[in-house]
């Protein structure tokens, strides 16, 4: 069963979540004066203006007290076309039915989350640096912070500048809560909604590149060319709207539940629909990775998670932070631009975090 949003919570029905009021501050990068400004939510696109809307901007983030930094990119708001017709070819199940969805505009990771960031929230020794922010409590941080996984993540395919790989939705979302408390900028997972527009960046093809396979090299790792091993990030080219690796080198989590028939219970025209978890598994994961055939790749093709990822964990529980088998697949964020309260954001984290 698919949910939205509660009236409670009516500013995350658009997916509208920021840290942008006035009792937030916003770390930027050294070369960053400002903050960003907050794109104006446009009017729906027609048919005819959906391949016409490009990011335009990007901006630097800088982790406070270290040189780890990544950089986002605008992702302009609009309409698209949610799914693949029934004549796509290697079309699964549930990809449809199709339906249009209006995305607010957000900010997002032009490449994935790194090891060099994941590293810093899992291993970094705390300071008192001034250039941390003098409101976070310190020792609260030090208490969250990811268990040593029981083998290597990355099953020996490299760390610096690679896409941190294997852990879980959880421990994703635990990132991002983090830089949040670390930088003021409200962080999050996409939705599966949001995930798939920035990916198709108005293109209505397989691939946004559109359905020439030939050349599907110039953009992605996959299994026939990717020696099976993930790669550096921004090691191919970007998607028209300046994302790396939006397809292939590593999966991707997003938000939402996953959930066969979504799509059928979305009205056509929906507005930031959004899946909220009800159970830990299965979540939604997009794009497709280093390992996978391309057809996998396909801007509408969806993958559910599974507790067989973490079955040879002999931990007992099993850890909360690490999937033993699933070097495939990372994560990146997005940073929502309309302004939401700090009881909406604690919100957020109950719903998806448990508090």
């Not at 698209?80 to 607010?104: C, K, W």
């Not at 691939?207 to 110039?218: I, K, N, P, T, W």
Request: glycine share 8%; net charge negative.
């Amino acid at each position: 069963m698919t949910n939205r949003f509660p009236l409670f919570v009516g500013a995350l029905l658009l997916l509208s979540l920021s840290s942008c009021s006035s009792s937030e501050s916003v770390a930027t990068s050294a070369s960053t004066a400002a903050e960003p400004a907050a794109a104006p939510v446009p009017p729906p696109m027609t048919a005819s203006e959906q391949a016409a809307p490009s990011a335009k901007e990007t901006y630097t983030e800088t982790i406070p007290g270290t040189e780890v930094s990544f950089d986002l990119v605008e992702i302009p708001g609009g309409t698209f076309m949610m799914g693949t017709p029934a004549s796509e070819a290697n079309r699964d199940d549930d990809e449809g039915p199709q339906r249009t969805i209006e995305v607010a505009p957000f900010w997002m990771m032009a490449h994935e989350v790194t090891f060099d960031a994941y590293e810093v929230f899992r291993l970094e020794e705390l300071d008192t640096d001034a250039t941390r922010r003098p409101d976070f409590d310190y020792a609260a941080d030090a208490a969250v912070r990811p268990s040593p996984p029981y083998e290597d993540p990355a099953k020996g395919m490299g760390r610096e500048g690679h896409p941190a790989v294997g852990m879980t939705q959880w421990g994703a979302l635990q990132f991002a809560r983090w830089l949040y408390d670390k930088t003021g900028v409200f962080y999050r997972l996409p939705t599966e909604a949001e995930w798939e527009y920035a990916c198709r960046a108005g293109t209505t093809t397989p691939y946004f590149f559109g359905d020439d396979l030939a050349q599907l090299d110039e953009y992605a790792w996959h299994y026939t060319n990717s020696n099976e091993q993930y790669h550096p990030v921004g090691s191919k080219k970007p998607n028209p709207w300046g994302l790396y690796d939006i397809i292939g080198n590593v999966s991707e989590w997003t938000l939402d539940q996953y959930v066969a028939d979504a799509y059928g219970t979305w009205a056509d025209g929906e507005a930031n629909p959004w899946v909220m978890p009800e159970r830990l598994h299965p979540r939604t994961v997009r794009g497709g990775a280093f390992d996978d055939d391309p057809e996998v790749l396909r801007c509408g093709d969806r993958l559910r998670s599974t507790l067989q990822w973490k079955k040879r964990d002999p931990q007992i529980p099993k850890s909360y932070w690490w999937n033993t088998d699933s070097e495939f697949l990372g994560f990146r964020l997005v940073r929502p631009t309309t302004p939401m309260t700090q009881d909406e954001i604690d919100e957020f984290w109950m719903i998806n975090l448990g508090g």
